[in-house]
C-alpha cells in the first residue's frame, strides 16, 4: 500500500514549456487536491476532484489544468510554465464524506527558469 | 468563506518543554480540525484530528482543544523531542464541503 505517490520529485523547466505532474492513489479514495506551497503562504488549493470525470477549480486556479480520467490519477498541467509556478506542488487524497482527513504525497519540485 | 489563522509562525523550545500552536477560525459552521505535521521534504502528515461534538482529545503527547464560543483551538505537545522538530499545520472543514482550508503554519524547533 503505497498511499500517495507523486511524479516527479523534481523537475527544471524553462518559461514557456510545458509539463504535467501526476498523483496517483491507491486507497480508493473519491476525493483528490492539489495544493502548492510556498514560503510563507501554506497550503493553497489549485484544483480538485470529487470524482472520476469531475473537476472543480480551487483558491488559485489559474495557469494549471487538470484532469481525472481514472479514479486513481489525477494529473496536474502548466500549460505555458511562468516562473511564478515556481513552488513545491502537493497532492491529496481522501473519501467522501464529511469529516474526512486527507492523505498528502511528498511532493514535487518544481522550479521555473 | 472560512478563514484560519495560525500563531505563531516560529516556536523554539527546549527539549522536555511543552510547545502550544494556537489557531482560530472564521465560520462558526466549521465542525472538523485536523492538524498536520510536515517534516522536511516531506508532505502533511496527519497527526490528530477534533471534531466538534468533543472539547479535547490526546493522543500520548500530543493534545489538542477546542473551544467552539471563542473559536479557537489549540496543540499541546508535551515532553518534547528532538523529532517533534517540524512545520505544524492547523485546519478547519465544514462538514459536507469539499474543501479545507489551512493555517499558514508553524515551524517549531526543538532545542538541546
Known sequence: ?113 | GENVEQHPSTLSVQEGDSAVIKCTYSDSASNYFPWYKQELGKGPQLIIDIRSNVGEKKDQRIAVTLNKTAKHFSLHITETQPEDSAVYFCAASIFRDDKIIFGKGTRLHILP
Not at chain 1, 494529473?75 to 492523505?103: I, M
Request: hydrophobic share 30%; glycine share 12%.
Open chain 1, 1 to 113: 500500500n503505497a498511499g500517495v505517490t507523486q511524479t516527479p520529485k523534481f523537475r527544471v523547466l524553462k518559461t514557456g514549456q510545458s509539463m504535467t505532474l501526476l498523483c496517483a492513489q491507491d486507497m480508493n479514495h473519491e476525493y483528490m487536491y492539489w495544493y502548492r506551497q510556498d514560503p510563507g503562504m501554506g497550503l493553497r488549493l489549485i484544483h480538485y476532484s470529487v470524482g472520476e470525470g469531475t473537476t472543480a477549480k480551487g483558491e488559485v486556479p489559474d495557469g494549471y489544468n487538470v484532469s481525472r480520467l481514472k479514479k486513481q490519477n489525477f494529473l496536474l498541467g502548466l500549460e505555458s510554465a511562468a516562473p511564478s509556478q515556481t513552488s513545491v506542488y502537493f497532492c491529496a487524497s481522501r473519501f467522501q464524506g464529511g469529516n474526512q482527513p486527507q492523505h498528502f504525497g511528498d511532493g514535487t519540485r518544481l522550479s521555473i527558469l
